[in-house]
């Protein structure tokens, strides 16, 4: 059963056979996979009138639990953005009432995000569609390969979560 990855190493075997492509059998299908997951996510997200950084955003402040509040920083680490991003994408979640800025108590020039009771039924909706989802695409893997495929991600992700902190 051969995939467009197979297809792709042939063609680098056959035309440089004195490179080693083998990394090229796991990291191309995670790439590949990436890319279809995260089409798959915009479209639940979209079923939601939420993009994919918007829910990344919200989801963020949701796990945060109650107050469902950040600080712009903490924010920057869980999304994995720029701080003019995070700005721009606070102020486009906060004019459409999904979070607001309050002062922070604990720093007289900070602020703190928080997630507004409408952020809240967008993120919680969109997650369970997501989650629904993903379900559905690891439907045909048993319990124990997912098991087994996550140990081994999560070594694979491990280095560069590191480098995050």
Known sequence: MEDEVDRLLEAWRRERPDLDVAPMEVLSR????????????????????????????????????????????????????????????VDRLAARGLVERLPDPGDRRGVLV???????????????????HERTLLGSISDRDQAKIARVLRELVRPFDLEKH
């Open 114 to 132: 928080q997630l507004t009771a409408a952020g809240r039924d967008a993120v919680d909706a969109a997650m369970a569609d997501l989650l629904a």
């Open 30 to 89: 995670v790439s590949r996979l990436a890319r279809h997951l995260d089409r798959a996510r915009s479209q639940a997200f979209e079923t939601h009138g939420l993009e994919s950084w918007e829910f990344d955003v919200l989801a963020a402040l949701r796990r945060a639990g109650a107050p469902y509040q950040l600080s712009p920083g903490k924010l920057l680490k869980e999304t994995l953005v720029t701080s003019g991003t995070m700005t721009n994408r």
